[in-house]
């Protein structure tokens, strides 16, 4: 092993008359010179390799380690959770005395504070992640500056979750024009492939609470972007994008979900 990092003298056997030998050349200056920039070259190569890659090593470790049946468990607390606050009223009521002492009970609406939030988590595979709303997809300056640190975007072509049927909301982590390295900035999204059908996605937006259950996955190339626009009459579609093959920019996973 260690003679793959080190020059060796060249070796041939010869025979002269009865008798054999070897004799041993030593390689030239320019070949000297030649195997230490290969040997160097490769040292980048794997270092350039481990780095790309250390996002994925990390979330497929941390993946590894969810307990599913706590996952399960969660999802269930959250389905009670959203039930919950469906069916409180939307009125409260006040209870007021006038000057002749008889008790009044006005119903007001409840006035919620304000709330920008949208995130998206997604159990089995521990991902979760705050969603910039409104990127376009074709402007590529502006989801560059958004795909980082983990943030996902929603593009501002696609609805946003709660419009109802025959909408899709469409978010996206990675794009087809964006070199490995940049796609190492963002990770959430990189094990979309282990989803498979029936696995939930949760979303909060605006400090509403939405669930949605994965139907179909899709491997496109990165010219076909049509799903941008896709939409079924009598589902409300949430679509996941990521690059695929996972740390590459040659195609894109889509994962398709139902509202429920």
């Known amino acids: 092993m260690n003679d793959f990092f080190k020059i060796t003298p060249k070796k041939r056997t010869v025979k002269i008359k009865t008798k054999k030998g070897i004799i041993y050349n030593n390689p030239s200056k320019e070949k000297k010179w030649l195997f230490y920039f290969g040997t ?76 920008n939030s949208f995130d998206i988590q997604i159990p089995k595979i521990g991902a979760r992640a705050k969603i910039a709303i409104g990127v ?47 796609a190492r900035q963002n990770s959430v999204f990189y094990l979309l492939g282990e989803l498979n059908n029936d696995d939930t996605i949760m979303i909060n937006y605006r400090g509403n609470d939405y669930m949605y259950k994965v139907y179909t996955k899709k491997i496109i190339g990165p010219k076909e972007t049509e799903y941008l626009t896709y939409s079924e009459r009598d589902r409300e579609i949430l679509i996941l994008q990521t690059c695929w093959p996972i740390g590459t920019n040659w195609q894109r996973l889509l994962v398709f979900a139902e509202r429920i």
């Open 40 to 115: 160097l070259a490769i040292f980048i190569s794997v270092g350039e390799f481990g780095y790309i890659y250390e996002p994925l090593v990390k979330d497929w470790i941390n993946y590894k380690k969810i307990d599913q049946n706590k996952v399960t468990q969660l999802i269930e607390e959250t389905k009670k959770e959203i039930l919950l606050k469906e069916s409180k009223p939307l009125v409260e009521p006040t209870i007021s005395v006038d000057p002749k002492n008889e008790i009044k009970t006005e119903e007001k609406p409840v006035i919620k504070k304000e709330d």
């Open 136 to 182: 376009s997809p074709y402007d590529k300056k502006e989801y560059t500056a958004i795909l980082k640190d983990n943030v996902i975007a929603q593009s501002n072509i696609s609805s946003l979750p709660g419009e109802g049927k025959g909408t899709t909301t469409y978010l996206f982590a990675h794009s087809s024009e964006q070199s490995m390295l940049a």
